[in-house]
């Protein structure tokens, strides 16, 4: 299953919260689990801003990515960027991707242009 998020999120949640979007639903087979990648593109708005992602599979956190951006030239030389976190689930899991942020910015989220973006992959395998 490959899912593209189409819209920009954004958030200033200090608590993880679910990305809009990106998440999948796994078919429930019998034998099967799946590799789940999501990928995302964000920017910060401000400096000393710490972003945290995870991957939620059924309901428990797995994986993290953690971004802070401590001073300007941080922020304005690398404005945009991309992260990405991989887990496995279990046949009919639902996984999400979540995120919050610390410091009193807002976090973008990017939708896909041209295959780039923020997308949630899952591979089933036996």
């Excluded at 428990?60 to 953690?66: D, K, L, S």
């Excluded at 304005?76 to 996984?95: L, T």
Aim: aromatic residues 10%; contains cysteine; negative net charge.
């Amino acid at each position: 299953q490959n899912i593209a998020m189409s819209a920009t999120f954004n958030t200033s949640s200090s608590s993880f919260i679910d990305v809009t979007g990106v998440s999948v639903t796994l078919a429930t087979r019998t034998g099967l689990m799946a590799f789940v990648t999501a990928d995302f593109a964000y920017n910060c708005s401000s400096v000393n801003a710490r972003c945290s992602f995870q991957l939620l599979v059924d309901g428990v956190a797995t994986g993290r990515y953690a971004f802070w951006s401590e001073d300007a030239s941080d922020y304005n030389s690398q404005p945009n960027m991309m992260g990405s976190i991989s887990a496995v689930a279990d046949s009919g899991e639902i996984v999400k991707l979540q995120c919050h942020c610390t410091g009193a910015p807002d976090i973008y989220i990017f939708g896909t242009t041209a295959g780039d973006g923020t997308k949630i992959d899952a591979l089933e395998v036996s």
